[in-house]
């Protein structure tokens, strides 16, 4: 399994960003960066096992849009299958348990993107402490996914920046913001016929790093094409004046 990573980083590509696609060739372009998953056992419903051991996370950027890919095992496919992505919202530090305010976390509020198979579709949430979860009314976020081979691949997209910078993370290339995971492996329980894993149990992430890169600077290039085209002319009126026999 590739070396334990701490940041999500997002190149920029030109052309159309496979939103829909999550096997498109132009993920290649995207480094995995894979993050230990746990059970969720920090506060009640606990549970002691799961699923999902590991996640590989890829993401792009065209400059408008970003999307973020989730690869993770699951040995069956089940409608209840469900994948979210979890950031702060504005500059207040927040817990990565739904913002639940912590003796050394004051607490803020959490955007959350959420797919669940059945629906295959994103859905855009914010919480801001246990039972605050709530479905936002403007829905900017995209999701899909695609089970094959023992493995889901879910495609979650969104613009950078929204209109709602109060409910929705705002991603500025160039800079690193807080990204957390959570799965669900909606298999039912042989025996009760119960969901295992459903609500707060679940195999979840802490805050690690996301970065959309910023985009290249070629000013760089720029700058060295004007100063050689000065000392071209320069050069260029020099050797007229030296012809003519005038003093330089
Ligand atoms: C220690 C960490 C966590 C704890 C203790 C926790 C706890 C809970 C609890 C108690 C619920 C039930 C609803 C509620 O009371 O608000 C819940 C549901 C949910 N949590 Fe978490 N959570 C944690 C981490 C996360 C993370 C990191 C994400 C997203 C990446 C997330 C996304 C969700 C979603 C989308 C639901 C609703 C699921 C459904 O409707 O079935 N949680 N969680």
């Keep these: 399994m590739a070396q334990e990573s701490v940041a999500v980083r997002a190149p920029m590509v030109k052309g159309a960003l496979p939103v829909d696609d999550p096997n498109a060739a ?5 480094t995995p960066a894979t993050f230990p998953m746990s059970p969720q056992v920090h506060w009640p419903n606990r549970i002691q096992e799961v699923t999902v051991k590991d996640l590989s996370v890829r993401a792009l950027h065209d400059g408008t849009q970003v999307a973020v890919l989730l690869e993770y095992a699951d040995p069956t496919e089940d409608p209840d299958d469900a994948a979210a992505l ?22 803020g509020p959490v955007n959350i993107w959420y797919w ?16 605050t979860l709530k479905v936002q009314t403007h829905q900017d976020v995209k999701a899909k996914g695609a ?16 209109e709602h910078a109060d409910e929705d993370t705002q991603i500025t290339p160039g800079g690193f913001i807080n990204i957390a995971f959570a799965v669900w492996d909606g298999k039912k329980d042989a025996t009760s016929g119960d969901l295992r894993e459903k609500g ?44 003519k026999g005038q003093p330089a």
Excluded: C
């Design 26 to 30: 132009v993920w290649s372009n995207a």
């Design 147 to 162: 089970y094959a081979n023992g493995t889901w691949k879910v495609v979650f997209s969104r613009p950078l920046a929204t």
């Design 200 to 243: 707060s149990q679940k195999a979840v992430s802490s805050w690690w790093y996301f970065r959309a890169e910023a985009p290249p600077d070629y000013s760089g290039y720029y700058y060295a094409a004007i100063a050689v085209a000065v000392a071209f002319g320069f050069q260029f009126v020099l050797i007229r004046k030296l012809k």
């Design 116 to 131: 669940k198979n059945k629906d295959n579709k994103g859905v855009d949430m914010n919480a801001k402490g246990f039972g």
């Design 86 to 107: 979890e950031f702060m919202v504005g500059d207040k530090k927040a817990h990565f348990a739904h913002g639940q305010p912590m003796a050394q976390v004051e607490g």
